[in-house]
């Protein structure tokens, strides 16, 4: 039990255009999931905090309008990158918190990861 | 300043081999976890541990909790092959937060 998906798990796009990431909990409702960000052979860095039928929280020197993130329902949240640029290219990660049930509050289950690349 | 950093940053050693992965913080944490991650893969959950002192085993892995909730030890016994890969410490931001703070990160080798 307990599993994240993302789709896609790879995409290469080109400078200037957008992509969507979706993350998606499989057999539990998540009321918040959070979306990361790794660099190579660093650490994750995490960039927002979704919560299901609200504005996402960013952490400082994220741009809100370069990450959409829309979380619409249990157990599917988006992120947008929007006019994507090379700097952009990473491995995105989110995570997801089960809304009660049978987790402790912090902890998290995790999405094997999409990595975005853009020429 | 990172408020997890974790030592080394790097290990490579011989299969069989015994090591320590160290987090280290100047801030109380309520809870540490460990994750393991492999390339291309998101983390997977090892170990929660919430008590000052605490010890969990699992397997050929020994997590310890420090006494004051600041830092915490992963010790691997017999390393194998299979053990490669990145392991991260991670804790909630604050009591009670649900977001997480990784740690810097310890990339593992075992050599066969």
């Known amino acids: 039990g307990a599993v994240v998906s993302q789709h896609p798990s790879r995409v290469i796009c080109k400078s200037g255009t957008s992509v969507k990431i979706e993350c998606r909990s499989l057999?539990?409702?998540?009321?918040?999931m959070f979306w990361y960000r790794q660099f190579p052979k660093q650490s994750l860095m995490l960039m927002a905090t979704?919560?299901?039928?609200?504005?996402?929280?960013?952490e400082q020197g994220v741009e809100k309008d370069k990450f959409l993130i829309n979380h619409a329902s249990l157990t599917l949240s988006t992120l947008t990158v929007t006019s994507a640029h090379p700097e952009d290219s990473s491995f995105y990660i989110c995570?997801?918190?089960?809304?009660?049930?049978?987790?402790?509050?912090?902890?998290?289950?995790f999405g094997p990861g999409t990595r975005l690349t853009v020429t | 300043t990172q408020l997890l950093e974790q030592s080394p940053q790097f290990l490579s050693i011989q299969e069989g081999e015994n090591l320590t992965v160290y987090c280290n913080s100047s801030?109380?944490?309520?809870?540490l976890q460990w994750y393991r991650q492999e390339p291309g893969e998101g983390p997977v959950l090892l170990v929660t541990?919430?008590?000052?002192?605490e010890v969990k085993k699992l397997k050929r892995l020994t997590f310890q909790f420090g006494d004051a909730r600041k830092d915490s030890s992963l010790h691997i016994t017999a390393a194998q092959p299979g053990d490669t890969g990145l392991y991260l410490c991670?804790?909630?931001?604050?009591?009670?937060?649900?977001?997480?703070?990784f740690g810097t990160g310890t990339r593992l080798t075992v050599i066969p």
């Open positions: 995570s997801a918190r089960e809304a009660g049930g049978r987790a402790r509050s912090y902890e998290q289950y």
């Open positions: 057999d539990f409702q998540a009321t918040t």
């Open positions: 979704s919560n299901e039928g609200s504005k996402a929280t960013y």
């Open positions: 801030s109380v944490f309520s809870s």
């Open positions: 541990v919430v008590t000052g002192g």
């Open positions: 991670a804790g909630p931001i604050y009591t009670g937060a649900n977001n997480l703070f």
